[in-house]
């Protein structure tokens, strides 16, 4: 399996500050990568597909980009409703694997 | 639009089988991919398998000789099944749609917590 490495684990920022969260694959995954919001009590919400394509009704201050096998998420202006824990996906081969997530909290 | 309702027991005995339905509204699910993802206490998520739009099916290598996923179109539904349960199959349980083109999923229920206990 495709072992996705996400860091932090958990970070606090104030708002308006600039978050980036990571994933590392452990191998090539092209852009066969997802983002993925989860607030408590809540299902997963999906934010960013195909490394960097922004899914509809997300904000734009939400972006992804990848650098090898390196994907990163960013939050551009942490907003208050933007705390949860967020977890990346890779698809690009079976079985798709998600990173350990990450608790993001408002400081 | 589309919307997945899980429904199913919220408690299991360890060693019989835990069965869950996921109720779609919105969308046929003779289109794309539908799927089964656990979240367990701790935050880990693992993709569980999935059924397509013809009715085959995809599962993970850790649980491909408990798990069983199958589908009602008449009623718009599939099903999880997963036998002989432990302790360690406590997690709450999604649906989900698959979507094969760069492999996410869009659509997601709001999850039902299953615990394994006797």
């Known amino acids: 399996d495709i072992q996705m490495t996400q860091s932090p684990a958990s970070l606090s920022a104030s708002l308006e500050e600039i978050v980036t969260i990571t994933c590392q694959a452990s191998?090539?995954?092209?852009?066969?990568l997802a983002w993925y919001q989860q607030k408590p009590g809540k299902s997963p919400q999906l934010l960013i597909y195909?490394?960097?394509s922004l899914a509809d009704g997300v904000p734009s201050r939400f972006s992804g980009s990848r650098s090898g096998t390196q994907y990163s998420l960013k939050i551009s202006r942490l907003q208050v409703e933007d705390p949860g824990i967020y977890y990346c996906?890779?698809?690009?081969?079976?079985?798709?694997?998600f990173g350990g997530g990450t608790k993001l909290e408002l400081k | 639009e589309v919307q997945l309702q899980e429904s199913g027991p919220g408690l299991v005995k360890p060693s019989q089988s835990l069965s869950l339905t996921c109720s779609v509204t919105?969308?046929?699910?003779?289109?794309?991919?539908w799927g089964w993802i656990r979240k367990f206490p701790g935050n880990k998520m693992e993709w569980m398998g999935y059924?397509?739009?013809?009715?085959?099916?995809s599962y993970n290598p850790s649980l491909k000789s408990r798990i069983s996923i199958t589908r009602d179109t008449s009623k718009n539904q599939f099903f999880l099944q997963l036998n002989s349960v432990t302790t360690e199959d406590t997690a709450t349980y999604y649906c989900?749609?698959?979507?094969?083109?760069?492999?996410?999923?869009?659509?997601w229920g709001q999850g039902v917590m299953v615990t394994v206990s006797s």
């Open positions: 989900a749609r698959f979507r094969d083109s760069y492999a996410h999923f869009d659509y």
């Open positions: 919105g969308y046929s699910i003779t289109s794309n991919y």
């Open positions: 059924i397509s739009y013809s009715g085959s099916t």
């Open positions: 191998q090539d995954i092209g852009n066969w």
């Open positions: 195909g490394a960097t």
């Open positions: 996906l890779q698809g690009y081969s079976a079985p798709p694997t």
